[in-house]
């Protein structure tokens, strides 16, 4: 991925099993760190919701003290009120997991998606791919 967002991960010591093997549900929260910090200066109030997680699996991952690993994301797609974003999580320079996540931005008085506002686009733009 050559654009995007850069977001450094710190596994937690619950995070493995006993055999020292990030658990699969647990390595999703380290991507939803990831999307969240790319919020960080949205405009409005960040309404968006997380409407379809693709995840595919493609090498243990593993528990070691103290070890931060990046999960990099990319906005692959802008839509009218929804957008996807491709992340890869990477360990000993590989890909160990890589997701894709379609994010719908969503109006929470009314219970519905909405058109995103040009500023949010704009904001969102920034991680797309060149």
Do not use: K
Request: glycine fraction near 6%; charge should be negative; include cysteine.
């Amino acid at each position: 991925m050559s654009e995007g967002h850069e977001h450094w991960v710190q596994l937690r010591w619950s995070d493995p099993d006993s055999l020292g093997h990030v658990n699969h549900a647990r390595a999703l929260s380290l991507l939803e760190d990831a999307r969240l910090a790319m919020t960080e200066g949205a405009p409005g109030d960040g309404g968006v919701i997380l409407a379809r997680l693709e995840v595919d699996y493609l090498r243990q991952l593993y528990y070691r003290v103290g070890e931060r690993l990046c999960v990099r994301s990319t906005v692959t797609r802008l839509g009218t009120s929804s957008f996807t974003v491709r992340q890869e999580l990477v360990q000993d320079d590989e890909v160990a997991i890589r997701a894709s996540v379609v994010m719908v931005s969503f109006d929470f008085a009314t219970d519905t998606s909405r058109a995103m506002s040009d500023d949010e686009r704009t904001h969102w733009s920034r991680f797309a791919e060149p």
